[in-house]
């Protein structure tokens, strides 16, 4: 079932996600349906840290095959492991899994973020047949142009004042880890996930100001460079709006949201929910994405 979704009123399908109204499509035996896509962009998946949803994200890729597949950067958390080593076993399978796609025939594109920057000395050069790339162009199969970039450039935290985006994901780990505390206790009184990070960020208005204003700063340099579109990630918050005439996509995250931006074979354009507990699926909600200046509902 599909559910229709206002996406001018910005994160209308995250606040549903949350509160468990979106729910993967199922087989006749209770499974999750595979499904292939032509393209799939995610990004912010922060393998390295505790707050990485890597069995959902292993159930994702492992349900959803693609011809083409876009890592749109903060794959890796290189600022959490100088701090503290967390490597399980799961984070391995998704790195084994991702490699594994390369080897059946998918082109699969690393475009590094500000977590991951390390791999910006190595852009351009191939790992196990991932391409390591700045940024990204894809052409949709109905001819769009998307600009594919992790967005932290975009960010006057990050260009200006590094040492307080460090203080900030400190404090945002911090949040991450009560999170895991209280949603334990929901999962307990049997109420769905909630997250409080995402709770706060809409409480406060400086940090909706940013968001919007970085939002619209990544448009508008992809209408100056004659994209269609752009497709970004970084600041964990699933968005897919027209901005000035601008297709503005927002794959989210696999910390929070556990969402991607899919391309089907006709070029149309759906940001998709993945439950976080993949062993008791909820229906997968489906946001379809028109030319600019339509109304963006399904």
Not at 48 to 62: V, W, Y
Not at 170 to 178: A, D, G, K, S
Not at 225 to 237: A, E, L, N
């Amino acid at each position: 079932m599909r559910a229709a979704f206002d996406l001018s009123a910005g994160g209308a399908a995250m606040a549903r996600h949350w509160a468990g109204m979106d729910v993967p499509e199922e087989g006749d035996d209770g499974s999750l349906q595979a499904h292939r896509y032509r393209s799939i962009f995610i990004s912010d998946l922060h393998l390295g840290t505790p707050g990485c949803q890597a069995a959902a994200l292993q159930s994702f890729l492992k349900h959803n095959p693609s011809d083409n597949l876009y890592l749109v950067g903060d794959i890796i958390d290189g600022w959490q492991l100088r701090r503290k080593w967390y490597w399980p076993q799961a984070h391995n399978d998704v790195v084994q899994k991702l490699l594994r796609r390369v080897r059946k025939g998918c082109r699969v594109v690393f475009v590094p973020g500000n977590h991951d920057e390390f791999a910006r000395a190595f852009v351009d050069h191939s790992f196990g047949g991932i391409e390591v790339l700045e940024e990204a162009v894809h052409t949709t199969a109905d001819g769009r142009r998307l600009w594919v970039v992790h967005g932290d450039y975009f960010d006057g935290v990050i260009q200006c004042a590094k040492w307080l985006a460090y203080v900030g994901d400190n404090l945002y780990e911090f949040t991450l880890r009560l999170n895991r505390h209280l949603n334990s206790l929901r999962v307990r009184m049997g109420l769905p996930y909630w997250s409080l990070s995402a709770y706060l960020k809409g409480k406060v208005k400086k940090a909706v100001g940013y968001i919007t204003d970085f939002e619209v700063a990544v448009a508008q340099e992809a209408r100056r460079r004659g994209y269609q579109g752009v497709v970004c990630g970084h600041i964990h918050r699933a968005e897919m709006r027209d901005i000035q005439g601008v297709l503005y996509c927002n794959d989210g995250d696999w910390v929070e949201s556990c969402s991607a931006l899919v391309e089907h074979f006709d070029g149309r354009l759906e940001l998709v929910f993945w439950p976080f507990e993949p062993l008791e699926p909820v229906r997968q909600g489906r946001v379809p994405a028109t030319m600019p200046g339509e109304a963006l509902a399904a």
